[in-house]
């Protein structure tokens, strides 16, 4: 199951390469749509190095009963360590399943429990690494996300 949702989403953050043209706002989220295939997209700029982008994306898929979360983060993270991913009070760890020329890739399944606990949060965590020890942290607002998922349900 996991290497067919890495197949799937190495299909569409190869066919995106994050150029894909922009689709309905929502807040801090913005659904795109291909091929008839939705996604709830959120992009962050790096404060301090305006040229790295994190995204963020949720997407139904049909190898899946559940929406996936699909982490992008910039080349150069420690795979080992894989991701983190912090909503409310759940900590989890996923593991990278793909790097391509613009993004290492991590994908987390969100059952109606996990994914009821993000739309009432604020915002959600992720941790990733760099080097064996030196933890980086990036939160993506949930702001909007709701009416994102929904729209994607029309």
């Given at each position: 199951?996991?290497?067919?949702?890495?197949?799937?989403?190495t299909g569409i953050l190869a066919a995106s390469a994050?150029?894909?043209?922009?689709?309905?706002?929502?807040?801090?989220?913005?659904?795109?749509?291909?091929?008839?295939?939705?996604?709830?997209?959120?992009?962050?700029?790096?404060?301090?190095?305006?040229?790295?982008?994190?995204?963020?994306?949720?997407?139904?898929?049909?190898?899946?009963?559940?929406?996936?979360?699909?982490?992008?983060?910039?080349?150069?993270?420690?795979?080992?360590?894989?991701?983190?991913?912090?909503i409310g009070e759940r900590n989890l760890e996923a593991?990278?399943?793909?790097?391509?020329?613009?993004?290492?890739?991590?994908?987390?399944?969100?059952?109606?429990a996990l994914l009821e606990s993000l739309l009432q949060?604020?915002?959600?965590?992720?941790?990733?690494?760099?080097?064996?020890?030196?933890?980086?942290?990036?939160?993506?607002?949930?702001?909007?996300?709701?009416?994102?998922?929904?729209?994607?349900?029309?």
């Open positions: 199951m996991r290497k067919l949702l890495a197949l799937v989403f994050w150029s894909e043209n922009s689709g309905q706002t929502y807040q801090d989220w913005q659904v795109i749509c291909t091929s008839g295939h939705c996604k709830a997209r959120q992009t962050l700029v790096s404060a301090d190095e305006k040229k790295l982008a994190y995204s963020s994306e949720i997407a139904n898929v049909k190898a899946s009963a559940h929406p996936i979360l699909s982490v992008q983060l910039p080349l150069g993270v420690y795979l080992p360590r894989g991701l983190g991913v912090s593991p990278f399943t793909v790097c391509l020329p613009q993004a290492c890739q991590a994908l987390v399944q969100l059952d109606a949060e604020d915002a959600f965590s992720v941790r990733f690494y760099t080097t064996e020890s030196a933890p980086h942290s990036v939160d993506f607002s949930t702001a909007g996300l709701a009416s994102a998922l929904a729209s994607m349900r029309q």
